[in-house]
């Protein structure tokens, strides 16, 4: 009877904080508490099998495992909490919300749980890296009713759990920029369509904006394909490292370390269709190629997270396999990519 009675206790206190938390899930963030739960729930299950009974032993150890794990997440909170924080990231770097007065915001809790002081100036690339721009605070994002969302979201989660696609503004048709949050895309002569933001969801529910037909430059349209976001005042901040890869070139870098995954498998695509033009590639030959490059493209979206990116493994996978590849097909040496 005393074991069943301890248990009750131990499950009714468990329901306190766990009510408190869902208002403040932002905390959980901080990767102390992680610890400290997990360092709690193991000196507790050792304290509650001791304390028990020669019988009890085992059940002893889990309510002292509860115990312990409840007062070594409350020990481990920290100072910061949701009445200071932005929002966080989660740990596939999407951007979740958070109430908060304007004076009283003082910084947010990373993709890793921890605190960082000040507005997120930055955005997570396609492989989980923190990116820092030279944005001030005043542009790298802007507030919706009382809620901060940074410039390079494209969008953030509400405390409910409510997905909201969304920009720091739009520029209209006389190349003006009205700063403002809209929801909407570019068609391909840079007008705005107001509505439905341009992208789709991935397996795992995530939002995945499409790349722009283009973007404005200081007020005027630059058609092509871009990736990127518009900061609170309307300058544009490419995310798709085509500066990078073009800064590899200038460096005397060769064109294949230059090229992203994307734009070798297009490359490799192009050169298969006419390795089967030329003839230079026979029907098997072509088969093969083109079930090899779906095999590679299968695999690279399954190794990538829910927000697209690609790690430093999951990189070095494709990239090995996308070489042997290369090197089966026989065209132009100087086509190799």
Same mark, same amino acid.
Not at 88 to 105: E, K, L, M, R, S
Not at 164 to 186: E, I, L, M, N
Not at 321 to 331: E, F, H, I, M, V
């Given at each position: 009877m005393r074991i069943q009675t301890l248990v009750a206790g131990a499950c009714a206190a468990a329901l306190i904080p766990t009510v408190a938390l869902a208002q403040q899930t932002c905390e959980q963030r901080q990767s102390t508490r992680v610890v400290g739960t997990l360092a709690g729930a193991g000196i507790g299950a050792l304290a509650g099998s001791a304390i028990a009974g020669h019988g009890d032993r085992g059940q002893?150890?889990?309510?002292?495992?509860? &115990?312990?794990?409840?007062?070594?997440?409350? =020990?481990?909170?920290?100072?910061?909490?949701?009445a200071r924080a932005y929002g966080f990231y989660d740990n596939h770097g999407d951007w979740h919300a958070n109430t908060v007065a304007q004076n009283d915001a003082a910084g947010y809790f990373d993709r890793n749980g921890a605190w960082v002081e000040g507005a997120p100036r930055g955005y997570y690339a396609r492989d989980g890296q923190w990116t820092q721009t030279n944005s001030d605070a005043s542009t790298g994002g802007y507030y919706v009713n009382n809620l901060w969302v940074p410039a390079s979201a494209g969008g953030y989660y509400t405390q409910d759990g409510l997905w909201? +696609?969304?920009?720091?503004?739009?520029?209209?048709? &006389?190349? *003006?920029?009205? &700063?403002?949050? #809209? #929801?909407?895309?570019?068609? =391909?002569d840079g007008r705005w369509m107001a509505g439905q933001a341009s992208g789709r969801r991935d397996a795992n529910g995530a939002w995945? =904006?499409?790349?722009?037909?283009?973007?404005?430059?200081?007020? *005027?349209?630059? !058609?092509?394909? &871009?990736?990127?976001?518009?900061?609170? !005042?309307?300058?544009?901040? =490419? #995310?798709?490292? !085509?500066?990078? *890869?073009?800064?590899?070139r200038r460096d005397g870098h060769?064109? !294949?370390? +230059?090229l992203s995954i994307d734009d070798r498998q297009a490359r490799l695509a192009e050169r298969i269709n006419r390795g089967e033009q030329s003839g230079k590639l026979s029907r098997s030959e072509v088969r093969h190629a083109r079930q090899t490059l779906a095999s590679i493209e299968r695999q690279e979206r399954s190794l990538r997270t829910r927000q697209g990116y690609l790690g430093p493994r999951g990189q070095a996978i494709i990239t090995a396999r996308l070489d042997g590849l290369s090197q089966t097909l026989r065209t132009d040496v100087s086509d190799i990519y």
């Amino acid at each position: 009877m005393r074991i069943q009675t301890l248990v009750a206790g131990a499950c009714a206190a468990a329901l306190i904080p766990t009510v408190a938390l869902a208002q403040q899930t932002c905390e959980q963030r901080q990767s102390t508490r992680v610890v400290g739960t997990l360092a709690g729930a193991g000196i507790g299950a050792l304290a509650g099998s001791a304390i028990a009974g020669h019988g009890d032993r085992g059940q002893g150890a889990v309510i002292g495992g509860v &115990a312990g794990a409840l007062i070594g997440n409350q =020990a481990t909170k920290g100072q910061p909490d949701c009445a200071r924080a932005y929002g966080f990231y989660d740990n596939h770097g999407d951007w979740h919300a958070n109430t908060v007065a304007q004076n009283d915001a003082a910084g947010y809790f990373d993709r890793n749980g921890a605190w960082v002081e000040g507005a997120p100036r930055g955005y997570y690339a396609r492989d989980g890296q923190w990116t820092q721009t030279n944005s001030d605070a005043s542009t790298g994002g802007y507030y919706v009713n009382n809620l901060w969302v940074p410039a390079s979201a494209g969008g953030y989660y509400t405390q409910d759990g409510l997905w909201v +696609a969304t920009a720091s503004g739009h520029y209209d048709q &006389a190349g *003006r920029w009205v &700063a403002g949050p #809209t #929801t909407g895309r570019y068609n =391909a002569d840079g007008r705005w369509m107001a509505g439905q933001a341009s992208g789709r969801r991935d397996a795992n529910g995530a939002w995945i =904006a499409d790349p722009q037909p283009g973007y404005y430059d200081n007020g *005027r349209w630059v !058609r092509g394909e &871009a990736v990127g976001y518009y900061d609170a !005042r309307g300058q544009w901040m =490419a #995310t798709d490292g !085509r500066a990078q *890869r073009a800064d590899y070139r200038r460096d005397g870098h060769s064109d !294949r370390d +230059a090229l992203s995954i994307d734009d070798r498998q297009a490359r490799l695509a192009e050169r298969i269709n006419r390795g089967e033009q030329s003839g230079k590639l026979s029907r098997s030959e072509v088969r093969h190629a083109r079930q090899t490059l779906a095999s590679i493209e299968r695999q690279e979206r399954s190794l990538r997270t829910r927000q697209g990116y690609l790690g430093p493994r999951g990189q070095a996978i494709i990239t090995a396999r996308l070489d042997g590849l290369s090197q089966t097909l026989r065209t132009d040496v100087s086509d190799i990519y």
